[in-house]
């Protein structure tokens, strides 16, 4: 997660967009901030679309895009959806930007065979190579190095995907946002035990079939109105017994 998410793919992708809208002139901010804010990324990536890109976070020198670990992502995810009707298919950095995206769903995947986790050292070796040509401005930096000993610990300890840290981080993200908004630090663990607590037992007690701790629940979105008669299945409903004639309106 933090050699990956928050690590390398922020760094190539940072790179990748700003020669795309700098020097290939394929495409302006304006039009990637649009299309993904216009973009839909599904039904469970509602809490993690991706923060607008500003033009700062090209010319600052922390090499990140200042995305949170599961915005990046996702963001990593769809961007060959949102953009890639713009690049051309032989573009050499957008190769190796998908090269990369094979990597990470390599590196991520539940279950991986021997000779997957081989053709992962390749897919790393070369991407690493291609990247110091396609980049001689962009130092190599020390994450980029652990990826090459991924293949190694996926070997000795199964998809490394059983032992990254994103639901421990994600939990801990809650209390770090706690321990801000309270601004009591006398015996700060039981504060925070206590409001979560609080917080669980609310959650659990106030869903009522809506979205909550345990379940997204039942969303109806729009709907449009039709004439019974005008149905092609309308025999079907007229068998049953549910006072449904020609003239009745359904949604």
Request: charged share 20%; glycine share 4%; aromatic share 12%.
């Amino acid at each position: 997660m933090h050699d990956i998410l928050e690590g390398v793919l922020q760094y190539e992708t940072r790179g990748m967009l700003k020669n795309f809208i700098k020097v290939e002139h394929y495409l302006t901010l304006k039009i990637l901030n649009d299309r993904i804010a216009k973009y839909d990324f599904g039904y469970y990536n509602d809490t993690n679309k991706p923060s607008p890109i500003t033009e700062a976070k090209f010319s600052s020198n922390d090499n990140s895009l200042k995305q949170h670990a599961v915005q990046m992502w996702c963001l990593a995810t769809h961007i060959p959806l949102i953009i890639g009707d713009l690049i051309p298919l032989e573009n050499v950095r957008w190769i190796l930007y998908l090269k990369l995206l094979e990597i990470i769903s390599l590196c991520f995947a539940p279950v991986i065979s021997k000779d997957q986790v081989a053709y992962l050292q390749v897919l790393i070796n070369d991407h690493h190579h291609k990247f110091r040509e396609l980049y001689p401005e962009c130092s190599s930096i020390p994450k980029m190095h652990f990826m090459v000993h991924m293949p190694t610990a996926t070997m000795r300890m199964g998809p490394l995907v059983r032992a990254w840290c994103m639901r421990f981080e994600a939990k801990h993200h809650y209390f770090k946002k706690l321990s801000t908004v309270i601004g009591n630090y006398t015996n700060l663990p039981f504060t925070l035990a206590m409001w979560h607590q609080q917080w669980l037992c609310y959650q659990l007690q106030s869903a009522n079939h809506e979205s909550g701790f345990l379940e997204k629940g039942v969303e109806v979105g729009p709907g449009s109105t039709f004439c019974a008669g005008d149905l092609d299945y309308y025999n079907l409903l007229e068998e049953q017994e549910f006072g449904i004639d020609q003239t009745t309106n359904i949604t």
